[in-house]
């Protein structure tokens, strides 16, 4: 199980940015592959992105793909999502999550929830019109 931490949510304006950071507790986070997910009150928990370890090659959903850029550095232990263009469409609690295992590459079953192992406790994104 990682320990997961995300930060960096808050109130911005439509078009917009905001850096999400999610922290791993364990060097083995480095061969992990991760992804964002976020989710709105009522709905289920959606897609947003996913990272294998190599950080190449990601997975992007449609909705953010072009405005959203997830990337990585090992050597913090971090997965970072950068939100350019946000729109009020993008308003949600965003979650990181990993795939518990060491180089398993990422493919369409990444897009699941249920593909992952460990999540963290979510960050409010809130963006007004």
Not at 3 to 15: C, H, K, R
Not at 55 to 80: M, Q, W
Request: aromatic share 14%; glycine share 8%; hydrophobic share 35%.
């Amino acid at each position: 199980q990682a320990d997961l931490v995300e930060s960096g949510g808050g109130f911005v304006q439509a078009a917009g940015s905001l850096r999400l950071s999610c922290a791993a507790s364990e060097p083995q986070f480095r061969t992990y592959a991760m992804g964002w997910f976020r989710q709105v009150y009522g709905k289920e928990r959606e897609f947003v992105a996913a990272i294998d370890w190599t950080g190449e090659k990601p997975l992007y959903a449609a909705p953010v793909k072009g405005r959203f850029t997830i990337s990585r550095d090992n050597a913090k232990n971090t997965v970072y999502l950068q939100m350019n263009s946000l729109k009020p469409e993008d308003t949600a609690v965003y979650y990181c999550a990993a795939r518990i295992g060491q180089y398993i590459p990422i493919n369409t079953a990444s897009q699941a929830p249920s593909w992952y192992d460990s999540w963290g406790q979510g960050t409010q994104v809130t963006v007004s019109s």
